[in-house]
């Protein structure tokens, strides 16, 4: 996570042993470059959504489309990065370029200066990068940690990504508040702290080893990769991701939401985003291991009863301060109980051949489900309001959350 406290608060949580005992030395150094990459990128996104909606003008319809790109720009080549680090053998260098790619954005930022056109362009090609690291990662973690302790590896891992989430917006709101107009400086900024992640990922991480050298796998293929549908578990559970996913509402309308009703001013926009990112960070790694004994589709499904609490809340007659720390709370533990234990089920699934490619497929799956609900709960709150577009989510997510279940089933079955 972030710093000798977040460590500690770690090991202190996981009881007995150390982390790199439990978890092997390539997750740890995966979260690192993890940190350090998401302050940087929510330094730049933290303010995205009120910048759009609040200071250029754009109608909810308008901002859930971006949004919607923004979810799933990195939709396709997570697929197709995936597949190659399977392909070659080399998870490591294709997350790498992935990494590097975010971090060039940053400069980029710094220096195209105030075009809508360029600005948008730099931040799809952020994406890009994103989608490109993602499954390659992903699968180094997989393949390194032990599979008893899979939830746990993926928990800590995004608890360490998300210390830097939860940072991220802390330093841009400070960096502006001493220069409210320096926007290029914290592009800057945001470039070098990026440079620091590149750097952990080229120099100090290794290419997992296989259980059979690469010569002696047979060539993966477009086709192998996916006839993994084929498998009824894996097809069960990639639809239930799916399902779930086209229920979800993103951060961005969640925190545009509480700002139409929580009287607080602008420059508090950029701490919503911390405040979830605390109890993911927080509770990532123990729901992880928790998810590891007490099942991790009932994991899954406890994160998504948090989110729905989140809608009911924000459906509320009179939603006050308390109710903005109780989303945030919620939203922050629907992350924790979801992201890494969905990845931690999918590795069950998949040889280790095809692991990047099975866990991209399942990404993918999420992603553009979710670039499909911005873009209708952008539509829905413009043409009905925002309180209509949630009580529609809401039962959305409960009809979801029922077919997810019975997918969960066939999958255990």
Known sequence: MYGVQSTTALRRNLGAGRLKERVGGTVLLLGACSLLTDISSEMVSAILPLYLVHTLGFSPLQYGIVDGLYQGASAIVRLASGFLGDRLGKHKVIATFGYGLSALCKLAL??????????????????????????????????????????????????????????????AFALLAAAPDAFSSLFM???????????????LVREPRRARPVEEVEKVDLKAAFALLNGK???ALVIAAGALGLATASDGFIYLTLREQV????????????????????????????ADRWGRGRMLITGYVALLAVYCILMLPAVGWPSLVAVLALLGTYYAATDGVLMAMGSRYVPEELRGS??????????????????????????????????????????AMSLAVRGLRVAHA
């Open 110 to 171: 710094a220096l195209v200066g105030s075009a809508l056109g360029a600005l948008s362009a730099i931040i799809l090609l952020d994406r890009t990068g994103k989608g490109i690291r993602t499954a390659p990662r992903d699968a180094m973690i997989s393949l390194t940690a032990p599979e008893r302790d899979m939830g746990l590896a993926f928990g800590v891992h995004r608890a360490m990504d998300t210390a830097g989430a939860m940072i991220g917006p802390i330093l």
């Open 189 to 203: 900024v945001s470039f070098f702290i990026a440079l620091l992640g590149f750097f952990v990922i080229a120099l």
């Open 233 to 235: 578990p894996f097809r």
């Open 263 to 290: 009287d607080f001013s602008n420059a508090v926009f950029p701490l919503l985003a911390t405040g979830t990112a605390l109890l993911f960070m927080t509770l990532a790694a123990p729901l992880g291991r928790i």
């Open 358 to 399: 099975g866990l991209a497929l399942l990404g993918t799956a999420t992603s553009i489900a979710r670039l499909l609900a911005s873009v209708l709960f952008g539509v829905l709150w413009t043409w009905l309001g925002v309180e209509a577009a949630l009580a529609l989510f809401a039962a959305g997510l409960v009809l």
